[in-house]
Antibody
Framework: QVQLVESGGGVVQPERSLRLSCAAS????????MYWVRQAPGKGLEWVAV????????FHADSVKGRFTISRDNSENTLYLQMNSLRPDDTAIYYC?????????????????WGQGTLVTVSS | EIVMTQSPVTLSVSPGERATLSCRASQTTNNNLAWYQHKPGQSPRLLIFGVSTRAAGIPARFSGSGSATEFTLTINSLQSEDFGLYYCQQYYKWPLTFGQGTRLEIK
């Protein structure tokens, strides 16, 4: 049974940093691209970042480029999001999500499993 | 960026009736279109991908249709557990983008 469990959220002041983690189980983590998607209060879903199955390729949304960095540790089955220079408009629930493709060489770019999310609040 | 627009924002439907949700893309998605259901406090759930293919375990009362820029999610014989937020997502071009959502409410 696939499980994605996010952690690391909390209340942080503007311009500070936070690192989110997503512990994966129930599937071959190293064989799938992974994503971070967020939902700001009262807003819809926003894709944040993607990382290839082997960690070699990463892409970030323009809204976080240069401030956030996605990474993964396939030996620990864990996905990360390092968030620096946080702003109030980064306040959101952050979800990790698994690529639905059959393997890392054939990503689908949509998501078949999501975590429960972790809330990040940026406020002074 | 492909902008996804969903309508209506809120849809009120009685249990047992049919719900029709729309999603429009600002340019073609080449049929790379998915639908998700999202309930408060829960993880989003993949319903449909490739416009019309149901994900594993999704009941047959959920169906997707459309092409290019206009898409529809139809839910027949609405059940109480079907109420919540619904999002469309295009995965044809980067950045991946979602619609703003349609809230499906009990009438």
């Amino acid at each position: 049974q696939v499980q994605l469990v996010e952690s690391g959220g909390g209340v942080v002041q503007p311009e500070r940093s936070l690192r989110l983690s997503c512990a994966a189980s129930g599937f071959t983590f190293s064989s799938h691209a992974m994503y971070w998607v967020r939902q700001a209060p009262g807003k819809g879903l926003e894709w944040v970042a993607v990382i290839s199955y082997d960690g070699r390729n990463k892409f970030h949304a323009d809204s976080v480029k240069g401030r956030f960095t996605i990474s993964r540790d396939n030996s620990e089955n864990t996905l990360y999001l390092q968030m620096n220079s946080l702003r109030p408009d980064d306040t959101a629930i952050y979800y990790c999500a698994k690529d639905s493709g059959p393997d890392g060489m054939n990503p689908s770019y949509y998501f078949d499993y999501w975590g429960q999310g972790t809330l990040v609040t940026v406020s002074s | 960026e492909i902008v996804m627009t969903q309508s209506p924002v809120t849809l009120s439907v009685s249990p047992g009736e049919r719900a029709t949700l729309s999603c429009r893309a600002s340019q073609t998605t080449n049929n790379n279109l998915a639908w998700y259901q999202h309930k408060p406090g829960q993880s989003p759930r993949l319903l449909i991908f490739g416009v019309s293919t149901r994900a594993a375990g999704i009941p047959a009362r959920f169906s997707g249709s459309g092409s290019a820029t206009e898409f529809t999610l139809t839910i027949n014989s609405l059940q109480s557990e079907d109420f919540g937020l619904y999002y469309c997502q295009q995965y044809y071009k980067w950045p991946l983008t979602f619609g703003q959502g349609t809230r499906l409410e009990i009438k």
